[in-house]
Nanobody, 126 residues
Framework: QARPVESGGGSVQTGGSLRLSCAAS????????MAWFRQAPGQERGGVASITYDGGKTRYADSVKGRFTVSQDSAANTLYLQMKKLKPEDTAMYFC???????????????????WGPGTQVTVSS
């Protein structure tokens, strides 16, 4: 099963918007959860948003609630992250990943996931 591939990153000013995409195989998209993570230089990788395979349940990190929206297009085997009102602290490499059998409450925990993409860089300038 091919690994996911992220795209859509770039450089924007504070308050701007970006939409990230994660193209994955049908096998990957069909896993229990897919999620977005981010990692800034010198920091640990942290969960941003997760979504169940049927799109019925989403979860967000407190820092992005109300600004980011995760969604998926199962027919296109693609995961999205719409990011609005971007802040400099959102600057990071963004990754998508998939997981199966994630315990309740751990859908934003990186160690629950495998099938990682290589990442796409998001830079927000003040």
């Amino acid at each position: 099963q091919a690994r996911p591939v992220e795209s859509g990153g770039g450089s924007v000013q504070t308050g701007g918007s970006l939409r990230l995409s994660c193209a994955a195989s049908k096998y990957v998209v069909g896993r229990d959860y897919m999620a977005w993570f981010r990692q800034a230089p010198g920091q640990e990788r942290g969960g941003v948003a997760s979504i169940t395979y049927d799109g019925g349940k989403t979860r967000y990190a407190d820092s992005v609630k109300g600004r980011f929206t995760v969604s998926q297009d199962s027919a296109a085997n693609t995961l999205y992250l719409q990011m609005k009102k971007l802040k400099p602290e959102d600057t990071a490499m963004y990754f998508c990943a998939a997981a199966s059998g994630v315990p309740g409450g751990r859908s934003l925990a990186p160690d629950e996931y495998d099938s990682w993409g290589p990442g796409t860089q998001v830079t927000v300038s003040s």
